[in-house]
């Protein structure tokens, strides 16, 4: 717990140099996840997949936490 919110401050710490680097946003919702911060990661996720950034990553992870249905609009993206 208390790694997982170390790492979660230091790749915050990083995003404010490089804000553009969508890796640390995916590691980021992976720790919230850890914690059982799933609101948060779930919408750190969709918040990826609406700016149409690392969407197959961010489905995967999302689909830790979220059942997905046909119908839902994430997946069509993955596609793209």
Same mark, same amino acid.
């Given at each position: 717990r208390v790694q997982a919110e170390k790492a979660i401050e230091t790749a915050e710490a990083a995003l404010r !140099?490089?804000?553009?680097? +969508?890796?640390?946003? +995916?590691? !980021?919702g992976g720790c919230l996840i850890d914690l059982g911060r799933n609101d948060e990661a779930a919408t750190l996720f969709r918040n990826l997949i609406a700016r149409n950034e690392q969407v197959a990553e961010a489905v995967i992870d999302l689909s830790q936490i979220h059942k997905f249905k046909a119908a839902d609009p994430e997946i069509a993206l993955v596609d793209q």
């Open positions: !140099i490089n804000p553009a680097d +969508t890796g640390l946003r +995916t590691f !980021i």
